[in-house]
């Protein structure tokens, strides 16, 4: 791992592959790190000749935190947000974006594939629609388009997602189990759960860094990017939207209608995908990542 100062923002990453190969970039979602996209993920690519850099967003891993902004009110934020006001947040998707692009001016590198994932896909997407010139393609994966029409979350899903975690240094068991039971709620039917593999995804992020204050952070970051629709309108690079059938954090709808406003955009829904990326689909994922690449 390596850590690159990216205006006044430290941004740890790692890289895969011959230097000189076109670069794919991947971006990780929602509270999670770098390590979601798993190193055997990152060496298919890699493998098919290309340098694949994931890194950790700005407020999870070992980036820079802003663990010194107060708790999330999820109330207030919803009302700032109704009432046409805009809170106060530490930062928004395009500050993560100008992160990604600014972590390729550190490293030298001109233009890149995006990849992201959830949240990485909408900061992707950001990236794909205000700086054409660095972009090379575009991948979403289980993300959105920000549309407000488009169904919610089920009440459940998001009750999970928001509710505290037991501290996994006073209770491990607890937040273990906190952690498993989300992770299998959002999990698609048509690949077993491997919980033992997951159990030690996740310590290994608490070991890494851990900031219960960040999910918070980057859920009102999304919040606040609103609708992306115009954006993705004037996106002109070679676009995948994958999606899972089975996803229930963002229905198959949020796929088809990213897919259906980005010029060009393929579309590939999933059976048995859900909002998780099992190694089974490894394989799948990388060949519409590659095909996409090579449509530049």
């Not at 089920?154 to 498993?180: C, I, Q, R, W, Y």
């Not at 993705?232 to 897919?259: M, N, Q, R, Y």
Request: hydrophobic share 40%; charged share 20%.
């Amino acid at each position: 791992m390596n850590i690159l100062k990216v205006k006044g923002v430290e941004l740890a990453y790692d890289s895969f592959g011959n230097e000189n190969d076109e670069a794919i970039i991947l971006i990780a979602g929602l509270g999670t790190q770098m390590i979601r996209w798993t190193d055997s993920f990152c060496r298919i690519l890699a493998a098919r000749g290309f340098r694949v850099i994931r890194f950790d967003n700005r407020d999870v891993g070992c980036s820079t935190h802003f663990s010194h902004y107060p708790t999330l009110d999820f109330d207030a934020l919803a009302t700032a947000l109704m009432s046409g006001k805009r809170p106060d947040i530490p930062y928004t998707l395009d500050d993560m974006s100008n992160d990604a692009i600014g972590l390729l001016d550190a490293l030298s590198i001109d233009r890149a594939h995006f990849v992201g994932r959830s949240m990485g896909g909408m900061i992707a997407q950001i990236a794909a629609s205000e700086y054409p010139e660095r972009v090379l393609s575009l991948t979403s994966i289980m993300s959105s388009s920000g549309n407000p029409t488009l169904p919610q979350t089920s009440p459940d899903v998001m009750a999970m997602m928001t509710k505290p975690a037991p501290n996994p240094f006073e209770d491990e068991a607890g937040f273990l189990a906190h952690s498993v039971s989300f992770a299998k709620r959002i999990a698609g039917t048509g690949y077993p759960f491997e919980e033992d593999a997951y159990r030690a995804l996740i310590l290994e992020e608490v070991q890494r860094a851990y900031d219960p204050g960040s999910v918070g952070r980057q859920i009102a970051a999304i919040a606040v990017s609103g609708d992306r629709r115009p954006r993705l309108a004037t996106i002109k690079v070679p676009t995948l939207v994958i999606h899972g059938v089975d996803d229930p954090l963002f229905v198959p709808a949020c796929g088809e209608d990213t897919a259906s406003i980005i010029p060009g955009a393929e579309l590939m829904l999933v059976d048995g995908m859900g909002h998780d990326l099992p190694h089974q689909l490894y394989k799948v994922i990388a060949d519409g990542i590659e095909r996409t690449a090579r449509r530049n």
